[in-house]
């Protein structure tokens, strides 16, 4: 079946670090690639999505490229920042399944 | 503003109450999810529900009842829950099930509850 592995956290950088938190796959078909963020208290809010190969995401200074090759879907930031401190999703959905499938989440605490 | 609103935001319940979540969804979509988010653990899908009828039900305790009145209200009932069942629970919803695989879900903030 489908799944998906992410680094296990949680990970801690300075403000204006770089960001890689690493994501691969397993699954049939061709899926759809999402990663969401739950910041402390809340639930998961959609960051950003790639919907076939070589797409990339992005949404507030993070980017994401739908690695076919590789079957990954690395998030990456290059400056964070103390507000980017929250849970990191990775999750797919495949072709014809209308199930959302998450990694573990990786926590992030970034830090003045 | 999410789009999913989830009542109420905390509960703490005895494990003889019942009680009972409500999620409500404006967006016109037609599939709405439970899942449960417990510390150290991964995201468990808990229902499904498209246009009203149920159409997934992950093997959840009986203690767990789902009721979908119309579908922008989905609703978890609660009855003599143990306290391994604490954790967050959310709501989602999609456009749609089927084959357009390219939408994600929108979340609700959760409803936090503890069981004593």
């Known amino acids: 079946g489908d799944s998906v592995t992410q680094m296990e956290g949680p990970v801690t950088l300075s403000e204006e670090a770089f960001l890689t938190i690493n994501c691969t796959y397993t699954a049939t078909g061709y899926p759809s690639l999402f990663w969401y963020v739950q910041y402390p208290g809340e639930g998961l809010q959609l960051l950003l999505k790639?919907?076939?190969?070589?797409d990339k995401g992005s949404n507030k200074g993070f980017e994401a490229t739908y690695r076919k090759e590789t079957t990954s879907f690395h998030l990456e930031k290059g400056s964070v920042q103390v507000s980017d401190s929250a849970v990191y999703f990775c999750a797919l959905r495949g072709g014809s399944n209308y199930k959302l499938t998450f990694g573990k989440g990786t926590l992030l605490t970034v830090n003045p | 503003e999410t789009g999913v609103t989830q009542t109420p935001r905390h509960l703490v319940m005895g494990m003889t109450n019942k009680k009972s979540l409500k999620c409500e969804q404006h967006l016109g979509h037609n599939a709405m999810y439970w899942y449960k988010q417990s510390a150290k653990k991964p995201l468990e899908l808990m229902f499904v529900?498209?246009?009203?009828?149920?159409?997934e039900n992950n093997s959840v305790p009986s203690r767990f009842s789902p009721e979908c009145p119309n579908s922008s209200h989905l609703f978890l009932h609660l009855h003599t829950l143990q306290p391994e069942d604490s954790a967050l629970y959310l709501c989602?919803?999609?456009?749609?099930?089927?084959?357009?695989?390219?939408?994600?879900?929108?979340f609700g903030s959760g409803t936090r509850l503890t069981v004593v």
């Open positions: 790639a919907t076939k190969a070589d």
């Open positions: 989602a919803s999609s456009p749609q099930l089927g084959s357009t695989a390219n939408y994600g879900y929108t």
């Open positions: 529900y498209s246009l009203e009828e149920r159409v």
